[in-house]
């Protein structure tokens, strides 16, 4: 993405007769500019502020008044506050050829100077204003490569896309060109008045605290992108002064001025009222309320975060699975709830918007719902509750993989995979004092009948549980003991001639528990390949 080579994308500089600029001969150094700096006398009829520009360094060559050099520093400390790495890196920039996005593309050229940052531009025609469409986007190219930056255009027939549609299409062609140029950075030119319309109207509509903190500063996105908004702090009239300090002629969207949206209603009609009748700062107070929300929003989620770890029952919850007890979810705050299940869905869709209240309206009505309920609530979030658990999938029950076919050992087999578990048998002389019954059974070797069999649950199974005198329907055992019905044909089934020896991680049959005395033990353990992948990817 250098500038000393034309590529297929700088060809899209050449027009009206152009040619591509030679590179600009780099800096001085800091130690020589500063010295050269300090001769200049402050000219006398020049906006340019020297005292100013002695305070901070200028490597970046801004050119222009006062009004220009504070505009790009404070573009600069927005940057280095939110811990953007800058020197040497890859940004891309979506810029329509409107004053906000031209006056980002001009902030990032003067930093271009001091960080030696690499910049590409993508600009989305969406030919939906006809010869104004191409007039922005021959502006766009102009500016570019007057600037000597690399500008890549797509064009499309966007007429028949709602608002959603465009907004996927450019983020599509966003994400297909950082992926291919290797860029972690994505800008977009939201601006402090943007802020402001974006929280009236998430408010008016419903939206709880993540929507009413409005526009985020940083996001990850997905794909693995930094959305980063360098000029969301900053109000219209300042960008409009920047740009007619630095003479740039920018695109104007008349449909703007026009109150047919409801946006454009908030911007025209209902801010103006609201200064006027109620507060004359009454946007820089919504703007600050929007701050406050975002510090709010982000608490919560750092104690969802660390309330879901302790929440998650323990040897029920793995990669793709959470459990939780209803009762205890119930003694929590309803808000932390909310975020505890907004976390879940992110880490299952990967999206970071998408979870909204009516989702955790239907979430809540799962608690009081008797017997067993399921709900798709996303394609990648099913819930099932079950007695007193809360079950929280990332795939649909009906796509559970089919169980093994059943298998026979007419001899110890050392280890062997069976329905997602990890199975070891091995002959010991002694039972230890305490175990983990839940993962390992001592059996009484010279009590078994061989071959010995490890197959899935089947109806009619009926054994003798240790502690009790009678058999029982393995059904009822497993509804005593509230096993989920999904997970009841994940359990191996180990048996021999007689029947059923032990019922995987929860009870042995009476007639082949091993006694403390025995001399002849076969010790089974059992680990599920989930949990020791899990293990095994956190090392």
């Not at 006398?44 to 504070?70: A, T």
């Not at 059904?475 to 007689?498: A, H, Q, S």
């Not at 059923?500 to 353990?525: H, M, P, Q, T």
Request: hydrophobic share 40%; net charge positive; charged share 30%.
């Amino acid at each position: 993405m250098g500038r000393k080579k034309l590529s297929k994308i700088q060809q899209l500089l050449l027009f009206d007769g152009l040619s591509v600029p030679q590179e600009q001969p780099q800096q001085a150094k800091k130690t020589e500019q500063t010295e050269a700096t300090k001769k200049i006398p402050k000219p006398k009829n020049q906006q340019i502020v020297v005292p100013k520009i002695l305070g901070r360094d200028n490597w970046m060559n801004i050119q222009g008044g006062q009004v220009s050099f504070d505009f790009v520093h404070r573009v600069e400390d927005f940057l280095l506050e939110n811990n953007i790495k800058l020197n040497s890196r890859k940004f891309l920039l979506g810029v329509s050829g409107g004053s906000d996005s031209l006056a980002m593309l001009l902030a990032f050229y003067y930093l271009r100077n001091k960080y030696d940052l690499k910049l590409l531009v993508s600009h989305i025609n969406y030919n939906l204003r006809g010869e104004q469409s191409a007039a922005d986007q021959r502006l766009l190219q102009k500016i570019c490569f007057e600037k000597n930056i690399l500008v890549e255009i797509k064009s499309v027939d966007a007429g028949a896309l709602s608002e959603k549609g465009l907004r996927d299409l450019r983020f599509e062609e966003f994400e297909k060109i950082a992926k291919r140029d290797k860029i972690k950075n994505l800008c977009l030119a939201h601006n402090k008045n943007d802020q402001v319309e974006t929280v009236l109207f998430n408010v008016v509509r419903g939206a709880g605290i993540s929507g009413a903190a409005g526009i985020k500063q940083t996001l990850k996105l997905a794909s693995g992108l930094t959305l980063i908004h360098p000029l969301l702090h900053i109000d219209k009239k300042q960008i409009v002064a920047f740009l007619q300090d630095q003479k740039v002629q920018w695109a104007e969207d008349a449909t703007n001025a026009e109150p047919i949206y409801s946006r454009n209603k908030i911007r025209l009609e209902l801010l103006p009222w609201l200064k006027e009748n109620l507060n004359p700062k009454a946007m820089e107070n919504i703007f600050e309320f929007s701050t406050i929300l975002s510090q709010t929003h982000q608490f919560w989620q750092e104690q969802a975060s660390s309330k879901l770890k302790r929440l998650k029952i323990k040897g029920e919850s793995e990669p793709g699975v959470f459990c939780f007890s209803v009762e205890k979810l119930k003694k929590e705050l309803p808000l932390l709830r909310y975020y505890l299940f907004k976390e879940i869905y992110e880490e299952f869709t990967g999206e970071v918007d998408g979870f909204y209240r009516n989702h955790f309206s239907q979430i809540e009505k799962l608690f009081e719902s008797q017997g067993s309920v399921k709900i798709n609530l996303f394609e990648k979030m099913v819930l099932l509750k079950e007695y007193d658990n809360l079950y929280i999938f990332d795939h649909d029950l009906q796509e559970e993989h089919p169980e093994d076919q059943p298998m026979v050992f007419s001899k110890l087999a050392k280890v062997f995979v069976f329905n997602n578990c990890r199975i070891r048998m091995s002959k010991v002389n002694k039972i230890p004092a305490k175990f983990d019954k839940s993962s390992v059974a001592y059996l009484d070797y010279g009590k078994l009948q061989m071959p010995l069999v490890v197959r899935s649950a089947v109806a009619g199974d009926r054994f003798v549980p240790v502690g009790m005198k009678g058999h029982k329907k393995l059904k009822e055992f497993f509804i005593d003991e509230k096993v989920c019905k999904f997970e009841r044909k994940r359990i191996p089934i180990i048996t021999d001639t007689k029947g059923i020896v032990w019922v995987g991680g929860y009870r042995v049959d009476a007639r082949a528990v091993a006694k403390s005395s025995c001399k002849n033990v076969l010790k089974i353990e059992l680990e599920r390949l989930e949990k020791s992948r899990s293990a095994q990817r956190k090392k």
